[in-house]
């Protein structure tokens, strides 16, 4: 398995989302953020994309957001119940296992999902984590928990010119939840999961000490 391959590929391709605004229909908006749809061109269902401007710098928001053992995402991120690191590749790309809680009033069972992780830094001082669903040895799917399976997503932290206390953050999120759910529930439950991921993420950011 080429895993910095498939991940570099991933980069380029949330780029291409942030660059294309064509076909995004606006399904939430609220005051921390507008979450949009199109048909995913990677699987049978919807990508989702979130924007929104978060108070803070981007290190800080970084520090919120960034796919690490014992990070600050699963204190305060509903949806990241465990996150572990199977494999280290690079520096920059690591093989990780995300675990979820149960969703949608029990409907949503937990589920486990198996990424490759590459965090990009840009030369405007934006900074991204980059992911999309593998296979590793060390973990096949496992009792009790559903395999599902991410299709190129992640988060891009990018500074606000003239606002250095700002941050815009953009979500991009296609997941095949596996399981057998109704496509009603799938569709309901992404743009009310990420308006709430924008919530939990400023609360968290402003409850950070400076460092």
Not at 1 to 15: F, G, N
Not at 165 to 194: A, C, I
């Amino acid at each position: 398995m080429d895993y910095e391959h498939k991940a570099k590929a991933v980069a380029d391709c949330l780029m291409s989302y942030r660059k294309d605004e064509s076909g995004w229909k606006v399904c939430k908006k609220s005051n921390d953020v507008i979450v949009s749809w199109r048909p995913s061109s990677e699987f049978p269902g919807n990508l989702y994309k979130g924007d929104g401007i978060v108070n803070g710098t981007p290190d800080k928001v970084w520090e919120c957001l960034k796919p690490v053992p014992n990070g600050l995402r699963v204190k305060w991120d509903n949806n990241v119940k465990r996150f572990e690191v199977l494999e280290q590749i690079t520096e920059d790309i690591s093989i990780c296992r995300t675990v979820t809680p149960s969703a949608a009033m029990g409907i949503i069972a937990p589920r486990d999902f198996v990424d490759v992780i590459l965090i990009k830094q840009y030369e405007d001082g934006s900074i991204s984590s980059n992911a999309t669903n593998t296979i590793h040895p060390s973990c096949a799917p496992q009792s009790g928990y559903v395999r599902g399976f991410n299709h190129p997503c992640g988060c891009i932290c990018v500074p606000v010119s003239g606002e250095p206390n700002k941050t815009q953050v953009l979500t991009f999120f296609q997941t095949d939840l596996g399981g057998y759910l109704p496509r009603s529930v799938v569709d309901s439950f992404f743009p009310s999961s990420m308006a709430e991921f924008y919530s939990n993420l400023a609360k968290s950011v402003k409850s950070l000490k400076d460092f």
